[in-house]
């Protein structure tokens, strides 16, 4: 059963201190996404990769998030430095994009819970 | 820009029918979701409509009229497990190269006994 992992699941750290998120897609999956979920914002897109490439971080605070893809397998996404309006779940998903004629659905993993005090 | 719509919060019955409306203004169109969050998990895929018309899946239906930027989402013989946020997106790039989503605010849907 092909899934979308992430983590770490939870964390709290303190303000200023560096984050770092982790997300492996779905194998055979070509795009990848890095999403911030709050109850205020909703679901907001803040980067997104397809076949590794950078496609668009327009969503993203440019100054202390980055997002990366080192490999087909892994997907981060970094705040330094976090502050506490960071706070949020933070999803990453996976799909295979432009397949059989069609967008295809994203695949989300579970989330990481951040809370930055 | 791009914009989505939906009801913020709706309440019905066990074993009723709800409806649950989205309606888009975005600079293209190549396909509209829905997607069920229950509290505290990841969205996960209801359904897909890229033609107008109705989309049937067991309990769920979407109807999609792309000149009215309308959607809806249909929950017949509602179950207590059916409370959650539903959420619409549409993927807005005209030539599908970047394949991504836009997002609505979601639906908070209660369902009682």
């Known amino acids: 059963d092909a899934r979308v992992t992430q983590t770490p699941r939870h964390k709290v750290t303190e303000m200023g201190q560096e984050v770092t998120m982790r997300c492996q897609p779905i194998?055979?999956?070509?795009?990848v996404f890095w999403y911030r979920q709050t109850m205020m914002q909703g679901l907001e897109l803040l980067a997104y990769?397809?076949?590794?490439?950078?496609?668009?971080d327009s969503g993203m605070p440019k100054d202390r998030f980055s997002a990366e893809m080192p490999d087909a397998t892994l997907a981060t996404l970094k705040i330094q430095p976090s502050e506490p309006r960071d706070s949020a779940v933070y999803f990453c998903?996976?799909?295979?994009?432009?397949?059989?004629?069609?967008?295809?659905?994203?695949?989300f993993g579970p989330g990481t819970r951040l809370t930055v005090l | 820009g791009q914009n989505i719509d939906q009801p913020t919060e709706m309440t019905a019955t066990e074993g009723a029918i709800v409806q649950i409306n989205c309606t888009y203004q975005?600079?293209?169109?190549?396909?509209l979701f829905w997607y069920q969050q229950h509290a505290g998990e990841a969205p996960t895929f209801l359904s897909y409509n890229v033609l107008d018309g109705l989309e049937e899946k067991g309990r769920f239906s979407s109807f999609l009229s792309r000149s009215k930027g309308y959607s809806y989402l249909l929950l017949k013989e509602l179950q207590m497990k059916d409370s959650a946020s539903y959420l619409c997106a549409v993927s807005p790039d005209r030539d599908n190269y970047g394949q991504n989503f836009v997002f609505g605010p979601g639906t908070r849907l209660s369902v009682l006994p």
């Open positions: 975005t600079s293209g169109f190549n396909g």
């Open positions: 194998l055979g999956h070509n795009t």
């Open positions: 998903a996976s799909g295979p994009g432009l397949a059989g004629g069609r967008i295809n659905e994203q695949f």
């Open positions: 990769f397809r076949n590794r490439a950078p496609l668009d």
